[in-house]
């Protein structure tokens, strides 16, 4: 079905970090393990689903002068009505592990972003999709990205000691670090690409997304 | 002056939704949470206290050490906990220390519950954490250990008056700052024992 598109091009073709490159700061910050970036991850996609659904709900009602305004106050309602709930009913563990992470959501680009570029343009249910894509596509980058750190940083995966006896590499656990795999992500990404486009016989011109339904340049 | 109008109207519609909405969501969830937390307190300080201790209830706080009473099944009380934050910073900052005592006032175990030392180097001091292998996941020979050895935190055992660094308990080789902040931390604990078991004494009695 044509609709499930909209899902679908957030995970590979629109994946907001590798391409989009937006919500870059919880992508340096929360990465360096992994257990950290799917947390992160699963809490970003609940958010996203959510308010792309509200702000589709309201697209009618705001007025496009105070849109961002609007836009940033649903989100952070959204976020802490969220942020209580979990208090209140989410067991202890999954409190102490994502906890963290929910109010950093509320500055999260990729949350205003696909607000601006898409909720506000279409219906609820492809919004809501998009939303989901977005953030499965986020969580499987960041994922990604915390595996590869923490197992060249310690040579542990998800807390578990995969080689044992590996040095600590610390400059992977930093920021810098991350700047660093993130750049060997993108190479391998666009490198793979590049072949793609090469086969099909045209030219590759990163990105590659389809502008039309976002409105930022014009 | 209209077209002011008109935004300011929509923007401040949704801000009134919203405000409401947040309302009541904080309302109806202000006993939950309040819940939730005892709980969650009541399981931190199980991990310090013996395993017959059923519940936790809060007692006093002295110099803003707040001490608890574990109860068993009966409701006597068979051990105490305490919670204290150090005086002295580690190298991030402050460090929050949660000790079990007997009805003696003898320390059973300590857990640093909060602090910000740098994982891999400070965390030597602070950190209760079994090396989980990735092989022994696969071959299915995990054993969860809620509760693994710290050789810092476990020299605490049995001490009953305040702590020198290095004269009866030895820091940890390459996280000096984060010992001493977690020592001053027990030493707050054990500082003030003496006057909570002589205000339990008389609570007694």
């Known amino acids: ?218 | 002056m209209k077209d002011i109008l008109k935004l300011a109207f929509a923007l401040g519609v949704i801000c009134l939704v919203g405000a409401g909405a947040l309302a009541a969501v904080k309302q109806g969830t202000q006993e939950p949470i309040r819940k939730a937390e005892t709980e969650a307190l009541s399981n931190t300080l199980r991990k310090v206290l013996p395993p017959n201790v059923e519940k936790t209830e809060q007692s006093t706080i002295i110099r803003d050490v707040k001490f608890y009473r574990g109860l068993d099944v009966n409701g006597a009380v068979v051990a105490f906990a305490a919670e204290a934050k150090s005086t002295v910073n580690g190298f991030g900052g402050p460090t929050s220390v949660v000790a079990g005592l007997d009805t003696t006032g003898k320390i059973l175990a300590v857990m640093v519950s909060a602090h910000t030392e740098t994982p891999g180097l400070g965390t030597k001091a602070t950190d209760r954490v079994a090396p989980k292998s990735f092989w022994d996941l696969v071959r299915g020979k995990i054993k969860e250990n809620p509760f693994p050895p710290n050789a810092f935190l476990d020299a605490y055992a049995g001490k009953a008056a305040p702590v020198e660094l290095d004269r009866d308990v030895m820091h940890v080789t390459g996280a000096t700052y984060s010992s001493k902040s977690v020592n001053s931390a027990v030493n707050a604990i054990l500082g003030n024992i003496g006057e909570f078991l002589a205000q339990e004494r008389a609570q007694r009695n």
């Open chain 1, 1 to 218: 079905m044509a609709i499930f598109r909209e899902f679908w091009k957030g995970i590979w073709k629109e994946n907001p970090v590798l391409v989009l490159m937006l919500g870059m700061c919880p992508t340096l910050a929360v990465s360096s393990s992994a257990s950290n970036a799917l947390g992160m991850g699963i809490a970003a996609t609940f958010v996203l689903v959510g308010s792309n659904m509200v702000i589709s709900a309201v697209r009618r009602f705001v007025p496009n002068k105070v849109r961002i305004p609007c836009y940033i106050v649903v989100i952070a309602v959204f976020v802490t009505i969220i942020e209580l709930l979990m208090k209140a009913y989410a067991p202890a563990e999954l409190n102490a592990s994502l906890g963290i992470y929910i109010p950093l959501i509320v500055v999260n680009c990729i949350v205003l972003g696909r607000a601006e570029a898409f909720a506000s343009k279409n219906g609820v249910f492809a919004s809501a999709l998009d939303g989901l894509g977005m953030g499965v596509g986020f969580t499987v980058a960041l994922t990604a990205l915390g595996i590869a750190r923490e197992l060249l940083a310690s040579g542990t995966v998800f807390e578990y000691q995969l080689i044992p006896g590996w040095p600590q590499f610390a400059l992977l656990k930093q920021p810098s670090g991350a700047f660093i795999v993130l750049a060997v992500f993108l190479a391998i990404i666009n490198g793979i690409k590049i072949r793609q486009a090469r086969k099909e016989g045209r030219k590759y011109f990163p990105p590659e997304i389809n502008c039309s339904n976002c409105h930022i340049c014009k």
